[in-house]
């Protein structure tokens, strides 16, 4: 710690220097006003003590105490004073003053001023560290609610079908010990661009904060550009996404990628056409048994995108049976981590598990299931990244 003290008695000079001087400790006594403001404009230092009576009088002193506020606001003022002037502390006090002691007929105060310049200096830096943590807090917030204004709400499905979707962001504890749900870039989106169409996609963006925040935007604004009729084309259309995302600074910055699943139900034919880029493979379920199955393989997705301009993609499809259910999900539900072993995530076996015990239950119950089981796996430390997923089912015959 760097001490930079204001002194009107010489005497004392080599006992301050002595105690105030242990350890790491550097201590620069200054005998005259001019060379304590010199001192105080070259900067870099921790802690400032004062004479109350510094160079001569205590009025003298409080101009120079302002200073200090003014040019080092980073470092605590302990003032030291004697009994019979404590009444012209009041002025300091009110300009900001926090810390002083009083000087003792022995001379034992000097005992009390380095853990007293101790202490103010580890109360002044918690205090920052309390100010920079509830900023960091306001600004992911801002994030966050920039993220979440892109994620469609009172999704409407077509006759014969229902949909529901979440997203939940990740939390972190930030100093000050309070968790604060981090922006990400987890994204969905559910919309009819025809009579006949319902399309349905859900992405993830790498890294959390206001890059993976804008590499969404930036996706979400190219996805709302295409006209109708080409949203059927489930690989061109990714194809084109991720040209347009090669070209994006933001995205290409830091290696960024996004990965993606697409798709097109045919409503009128009951046929679902998607295609994925990097991103896992949908589930699906049959309601009558409770059996759920991957739609496809590995083998089936593509590159995410934002890494190759002409990436080429391919369209899979998937015929859906009357009384099924077809889970979309982001890796942020199967990577929930298990508070006793690191290793151990709720992965895909607790995702089907989670389906096939609520197979009988609405989407919605379904689908706060998926959220709960997989934040119960948790053990209460909470999943560290954000999830999304889109549940949608095509009803029973009879129903709907």
Known sequence: MRILVAWNVPEEVDLLQLYLGIGENEAVVCLTAEAFVQEVRRGGWDAVLMSLSFPATAE????????????????????????????????????????????????????????LLDSAVDTLRAEESRKLADRLREEMEGVRRLQESIIPQGIVAPAGYGVVARYQPSEVTVLGGRPVAMAGGDYYNVFSPDPHTLVLLIGDASGHGLKACMAIMAMHTLVRMFPGERYRDTAQFVAEINR??????IVQSEGGFITLLFAAIDTARHVMTWTSAGHPVPQIQCLATGDVLPIGSDDDTGLPLAILADAEYTAQEC??????????????????????????????????????????????????????????????????????????????????
């Open 319 to 400: 015929p859906l049976p009357a009384g099924s259910r077809v889970l979309m999900f982001s890796d942020g539900l199967t990577d929930a981590l298990s508070r006793q072993s690191a290793s151990q995530s709720f992965g895909l076996s607790g995702v089907v598990e989670t389906l096939r015990d609520s197979c009988r239950e609405s989407l919605e119950s379904a689908l706060d299931r998926l959220f709960h089981a997989s934040s119960d796996f948790t053990g209460g430390a909470g999943r560290h990244d954000d999830t999304s997923a889109v549940l949608f089912q095509r009803a029973p015959i009879g129903q709907g």
């Open 244 to 249: 347009g995302l090669c070209e994006n600074s």
């Open 60 to 115: 003298q002193c409080f101009p120079l105490f302002q200073l200090v506020h003014a040019e080092l606001p980073a470092a605590p003022v302990v003032v030291v004073c004697r009994a019979e002037e404590m009444v012209k502390l009041a002025r300091f006090m009110t300009s900001g003053l926090r810390y002083h002691v009083v000087r003792d007929c022995d001379g034992d105060f000097v005992f009390l001023l380095l853990s």
